[in-house]
């Protein structure tokens, strides 16, 4: 049997999508998007600007945590969606990593580091998206 894939991207279609997945935790990803929250952890986790802390970890989480309420849902609608706000989650930790580095907070490797992360983490989340509509 050969694989279709959807015309706007190299992912497969959608329904071969939920064939090729059982779970949520087997999304690249998702599991991509857990490996950075963790490193958001690491770095902010212990920050005294408690404010900055939170917002910057929530919206780390956020990410990978919409992805897998989507998929959940069991619906390519619904799962997209979610991957939205995944996508607008991803773009506030983005704009906080500028924010981060402005304060001293995180130094310029670090900041690239974790620029260079989130910039593929969208663009996962967009070609995902893209294979879904």
């Known amino acids: 049997m050969s694989v279709k894939k959807n015309p706007r991207s190299s992912l497969p279609a959608p329904r071969l999508f939920y064939m090729t997945y059982t779970k949520f935790e087997d999304l690249p990803i998702w599991i991509l998007s857990r490996k950075f929250s963790v490193s958001i952890y690491e770095i902010f986790g212990k920050s005294r600007d408690f404010g900055f802390r939170d917002q910057i970890l929530r919206a780390s989480v956020s990410i990978m945590n919409n992805i897998a309420e989507g998929y959940e849902r069991k619906g390519s609608k619904e799962l997209v969606k979610f991957l939205y706000y995944s996508k607008g989650s991803a773009g506030e930790v983005k704009s906080m990593l500028y924010l981060a580095k402005d304060l001293n907070y995180i130094n310029e490797e670090q900041f ?22």
Do not use: H, M, T, W
């Not at 690239?112 to 995902?128: H, M, P, R, S």
């Open 112 to 133: 690239e580091v974790l620029y260079k992360n989130i910039e593929d983490i969208l663009k996962q989340l967009g070609a995902f998206i893209k294979s879904l509509v």
